[in-house]
């Protein structure tokens, strides 16, 4: 377990420390403005102790009358029809706690109510500003909910499952519903705690005329209301920490993301130039080492280039580093190209020693060998170039990336996270895949 009680002030120093450090230009700070402006909001948070938590979940799972319940009090409006929040509402609470100086409570319109794409990204952006989500159910899960779930994973967002009105099952019920909702969350590697509630309970009783009538009982949410007590007193500031941190690497994915798109043609045309010098060098020289040497140096001057371009440098050594990494994840860049290479470079050197005894006749095929050289460079430069651009995008180095880097940290050595986030492999798994229209 690591230590909390400086976590809050690393985490602020380590972010105000990599906001100076992004150099934006003025493009970039008008628009990623609302990005700035929620990071600050979320800071400000940070500095004065104040966490959000909201429910999420279905029409009529019971968010509102759970949050009376946690209260105490009649707060937020409930019915017995479905739906009755349609807008967002707040509530801070009154009772303190040992790490936080305010926690905020925001009941929300049910997640298959919005009709609206552009109003359903709204607020699901709104949910993602909050520091901690109470995920309510009232049964097996739907498709519907494990989507939201797995959202909200993979923007890293700490999540309670709220499993309400558990009083209309009997223990054998129960037992199956909780199995069948650990089956469907199977992409967690831990499992992810389920809190058993009934809200709003009812029960039976027949009146003296006859007639049966449901009369309300006392809610049951005191063991999820001690947990909650627990979770912000040891882990309160550590929750809007991993949120500030997740708003901070979101600035950065959407920035490099906009690099690349917006310098996408220059870059191409600095891999066509940098590929049109390798092809000459290569095609030119006879000796295979220099050919190697001479590439790996075009290649990592490509790179030099590219992440300057980009907004995201690197030195020579960290170039030429990536170039070889890259050369040995692919296939041609690696073994195939130096085979290619070495036969290419075999038959040339046949072809200049037989030479003398042909006249000069075996000189002209070297031409064609020179041309397949030249074609072989080029290609993997340009292969080189695509492969260093979504690595830009997709990695995280330790002077830019350090949001993501604190994150995984926290993440990692924290176990009440791990609980809560399920799988850490699953949060952090590349998002790039569908991206490779930003590549040149």
Not at 176 to 196: E, G, T, W, Y
Not at 334 to 340: E, H, K, N, P, R
Not at 375 to 401: E, P, Q
């Amino acid at each position: 377990m690591i230590n909390k009680t400086d976590i809050p002030t690393k985490c602020k120093f380590s972010i105000d420390q990599w906001k100076e450090n992004l150099n934006l230009t003025n493009y970039e700070r008008t628009k990623f403005a609302d990005i700035l402006n929620q990071l600050e909001v979320q800071i400000n948070k940070l500095e004065k102790k104040e966490l959000r938590i909201s429910v999420y979940g279905r029409v009529g799972v019971g968010k509102s009358s759970l949050l009376n319940a946690l209260i105490g009090k009649q707060i937020f409006p409930t019915d017995v029809l479905n739906g009755n929040t349609k807008t967002t509402k707040s509530y801070t609470l009154e009772k303190r706690f040992s790490s936080l100086n305010k926690v905020e409570i925001i009941d929300s319109p049910g997640i298959d109510e919005i009709n609206n794409t552009n109003q359903e990204e709204i607020h699901f952006n709104y949910i993602l500003d909050t520091d901690l989500i109470l995920f309510v159910i009232d049964s097996d899960l739907t498709r519907i909910e494990l989507n939201s779930i797995e959202q909200l994973l993979r923007h890293n967002k700490p999540i309670l499952i709220v499993l309400n009105r558990c009083d209309q099952w009997n223990a054998k019920e129960t037992k199956l519903i909780l199995s069948s909702i650990h089956r469907k969350l199977s992409f967690c590697k831990q499992k992810i705690k389920i809190s058993l509630v009934s809200s709003s309970p009812r029960e039976a009783k027949i009146k003296p005329d006859g007639t049966v009538r449901s009369e309300q009982k006392t809610p049951k949410v005191d063991i999820l209301k001690n947990e909650l007590k627990d979770i912000l007193d040891q882990s309160g500031e550590l929750l809007i920490c991993v949120n500030s941190l997740r708003i901070a690497d979101y600035l950065y994915k959407s920035l490099k993301e906009n690099r690349l798109l917006k310098n996408k043609a220059e870059a191409q045309s600095l891999i066509g130039k940098y590929a049109t010098l390798k092809a000459s060098g290569v095609a030119i020289n006879p000796f295979l080492m220099i050919d190697l040497v001479t590439g790996l140096a075009f290649d990592s001057a490509l790179v030099i280039q590219l992440s300057k371009l980009y907004g995201l440098e690197v030195g020579g050594p960290s170039a030429r580093q990536l170039v070889k990494k890259l050369g040995f994840q692919n296939s041609l860049l690696g073994g195939a190209q130096i085979g290619i290479q070495i036969t290419l470079n075999i038959f040339k050197k046949i072809l200049l020693l037989a030479a003398p005894l042909t006249g000069g006749l075996s000189l002209a095929p070297t031409a064609l060998i020179a041309i397949a050289q030249a074609t072989l460079a080029i290609h993997s430069t340009k292969i080189i170039g695509r492969l260093a651009a979504y690595k830009f995008l997709s990695s995280t180095n330790k002077k830019d990336g350090r949001p993501r880097l604190m994150l995984n940290y926290l993440l990692k050595k924290n176990t009440d996270f791990r609980i809560m986030l399920g799988d850490f492999k699953f949060l952090t798994s590349s998002t790039t895949k569908n991206k490779n229209y930003l590549l040149p």
